[in-house]
């Protein structure tokens, strides 16, 4: 079994290369890049029956035990690789059907297909890192392909973002750098297994110091707060299947290195109250930004931040529950984030904008889209059964039984958090799905500096009210300054056409392609497929979280007889 | 261990003025700053592998002179990755040239959107409901 551990790595740089020199032929890319992706999510899948059976898997490469580099599948690893091969495999074939390889006149033909697979090999890699250098050239592959997907085309919104992105991912980098520097100079290797072992004889203030440095690195990748401001700004001007991948994998690669972090070198210092702290801010300020945003993917872009909190929560615990919960929310929230955004897209496609204020009664005339919008929406919230509402329940048992008053504050926090999420996702079905077009229409009449056309109008509407200032639809009121200025930004490509005008003009497609539809509604129907599998994955999330806080099954096979 | 302060106190020049750079607003002046820092940490590399030797080649000399040979190989990658990500930064800063004339960092527009209505009608008016108006034109909050 363990042949096959280096092979989610191998493969897609393999594919990359493959595609570069198709990039002539699209139909022969496509085939190899989805074939590779196809592959590794059967590997992965073999690599975790494998690892759950008989321990974690590990390959020296090279054989240069122990100071060459090891890939070391364990359970944790191993079920982090098969949710991100599933997720990859999603976006790329919905990539596929929105003719992201060459139809869209602003995306160079050849370079997303190699690009997306370097990001994958990345992805992979760094889940499957036993060694601390190691994960950081993984860390460096997978930035630089979503720096070229990030600034796909070239536009200036992409630039703007993309400028943003890249210097605070470079930073990181070099913050990571250092802090191998530091590790190196205190230790003397950077095998992940020796690290832990060596690690206890250090002065503690060293120790401390090693850990915070990784710790803050690890936190800026993973968009903890106060290190997540980049994110909302930089994703969401993005392609919407390059902000899918983004969205679901990218942060959790930092989650999953905080975990490591936290468990296999650093076990003896949780520094419980920091994390929890940074836990609850992360999730409180988060959601509060995703409730004033007033485009879907600024939304979506914020409740992500937001969400990061809860796994930040589990890890910060420190106990075997804790970190149970926060490994399945983990391998929910991937889902469940990308699958939001690949709808996100077909919303766009469909509507031709993802701004509220140009949006209403996509239910009626997209009732598939409505339906899978709805589902995970409400599973993002945690709404009971589903998959959002288990891991969440997971987390605070943990954090109640854990029982500090801090503890405690954390539980009522995500409680929180999870309403106003609920709120933030029902402001959105309210309004883009609920109410009708002419409605949004006549609202966006209303706003000044719009035309001159509307004064007559106002009268005749009976929906809307103009009161002291305000625009009310329905029970929504709105500023006229806050629809003024959302106006102004939003879409600028054309400011002046919402949906009722597009629809009006019949310019928007009929139906989407179902090549699109198709992978949406398949990462959905895995979010429902994780909720009816919770229990044994929750079994199995116990099982990983017992080998990280054991962590001697983590030696003796990395590092064989040499283990204590 | 002990510490070569010579490259102590070039890693902390070299760090210093990154730093400084990276905080200006030219984009081209903090991808300079980030070359800075790289170099700094580079620097920092060889503090880190200790004392300095022979070239670590097998059989040209006793192995125990030898100086670390992995921090130096480690220092390579990074000198390569750093080398990709500056020539990325300079065509990001180039099209940003020839889209806008300049190449500063600019503001999030959504952002600064947001930023502009929370101080101009602090008190939102999207709650406007629930209060009845009474608290309109309320100089206090519109201040805070």
């Not at chain 1, 992965?44 to 390959?59: N, S, T």
């Not at chain 1, 409180?284 to 993917?297: M, T, V």
């Not at chain 1, 984030?337 to 997209?366: D, H, K, M, N, P």
Request: one cysteine or more; proline letters at 5%; charged letters at 15%.
């Amino acid at each position: 079994m363990t042949a096959l551990v280096p092979l989610p790595v191998l493969l897609p740089l393999l594919g990359a290369g493959a595609a570069l020199m198709l990039s002539k032929r699209p139909r022969a890319q496509r085939a190899i890049t989805v074939g590779v992706l196809a592959a590794i999510v059967v590997i992965a899948a073999v690599l975790l029956v494998a690892a759950d059976q008989d321990g974690p898997q590990v390959v020296w490469l090279g054989q240069w035990k122990p100071i060459g580099i090891a890939l070391v599948a364990d359970r944790l690893a191993a079920l982090m690789l098969l949710v991100s091969a599933i997720v990859t495999l999603a976006v790329l074939l919905y990539s596929i059907g929105q003719g992201m390889t060459g139809d869209e006149s602003e995306t160079p033909v050849s370079i997303y297909h190699p690009t997306f697979m370097v990001l994958v090999a990345g992805v992979s890699n760094a889940f499957l890192a036993g060694d601390l250098f190691n994960l950081f050239v993984s860390f460096e592959m997978l930035l630089f392909s979503s720096y070229v997907l990030l600034t796909l085309g070239g536009t200036a919104a992409r630039i703007r973002a993309g400028t943003i992105y890249v210097v605070v991912n470079v930073l990181s980098s070099m913050l990571f750098l250092v802090a191998l520097a530091a590790v190196y100079a205190a230790v003397g290797t950077l095998n992940l297994a020796q690290i832990a072992q060596r690690v206890d004889d250090l002065p503690d203030h060293v120790a401390l110091t090693l850990q915070l440095l990784l710790l803050v690195t690890f936190c800026i990748k993973a968009a903890v707060f106060p290190l997540s401001l980049w994110l909302p700004d930089s994703y969401p001007t993005a392609p919407a299947p390059v902000t899918a991948v983004f969205a679901g994998l990218l942060t959790k690669v930092g989650v999953y290195a905080i975990i490591r972090l936290q468990t296999l070198i650093f076990p003896g210092s949780p520094l419980t109250d920091l994390l929890l702290w940074a836990a609850l801010l992360t999730m409180l300020i988060g959601i509060l930004g995703a409730i004033a945003q007033s485009d879907i993917k600024r939304m979506l872009s914020f409740t992500l931040v937001s969400h990061i909190g809860y796994m930040i929560f589990g890890v910060a615990l420190a106990t075997k529950t804790g970190l149970s919960g926060a490994i399945f929310y983990v391998a929910h929230h991937i889902t469940i984030q990308t699958a939001l955004f690949l709808v996100l897209g077909l919303i766009e496609r469909r509507a031709g904008s993802t701004a509220l204020l140009r949006l209403g009664g996509l239910a009626r005339f997209a009732p598939v889209l409505g339906v899978l919008f709805f589902i995970p929406a409400m599973n993002l919230a945690g709404i009971p059964p589903l998959s959002g509402f288990l891991g969440k329940v997971g987390l605070l048992q943990a954090g109640l039984a854990e029982g500090s008053w801090l503890a405690l504050v954390l539980v009522a926090g995500g409680t929180l958090t999870s309403l106003l999420t609920l709120y933030a996702v029902a402001k959105t079905w309210a309004l883009a799905f609920w109410r009708s077009p002419e409605q949004a229409h006549e609202m966006m009449k209303l706003l000044p500096g719009t035309g001159d056309s509307h004064t007559e109008e106002d009268a005749a509407t009976p929906q809307l009210v103009r009161h002291r200032g305000h625009v009310h639809v329905g029970s929504v009121a709105f500023g006229e300054r806050d629809l003024a200025e959302a106006k102004r930004v939003a879409d600028a490509d054309e400011p002046d056409r919402d949906l009722y005008q597009r629809v009006m003009d019949g310019s928007l497609p009929e139906r989407l392609p179902f090549s699109m539809v198709g992978p949406a509604a398949g990462l959905v129907l895995v979010s429902i497929v994780i909720t009816f599998v919770a229990g044994p994955l929750f079994g199995f999330t116990d099982r990983a979280a017992e080998d990280l806080m054991e962590r001697t099954p983590y030696f003796s096979s990395v590092l064989g007889e040499d283990a204590p | 261990m002990q510490v070569n302060l010579t490259l102590l106190v070039v890693v902390a020049a070299l760090m210093g003025a990154g730093v400084y750079l990276l905080l200006e607003r030219s984009l081209t002046r903090v991808l300079v700053g980030l070359v800075l820092i790289s170099n700094g940490v580079n620097v920092m590399f060889l503090v880190a592998s200790g004392r300095a030797g022979t070239s670590p080649i097998v059989g040209s000399s006793d192995p125990d002179g030898m100086a670390d040979p992995l921090p130096q190989a480690l220092v390579l990658t990074a000198i390569v990755i750093t080398l990709g990500t500056v020539a990325f930064l300079l065509a990001m800063a180039h099209r940003s040239w020839q889209l806008n004339g300049n190449d500063d960092v600019q503001d999030d527009v959504e952002d600064s959107a947001i930023r502009k209505l929370a101080i101009d009608d602090a008190n939102s008016d999207s709650y406007d409901l629930s209060t009845k108006g009474q608290h309109e034109d309320d100089p206090v909050e519109e201040g805070a």
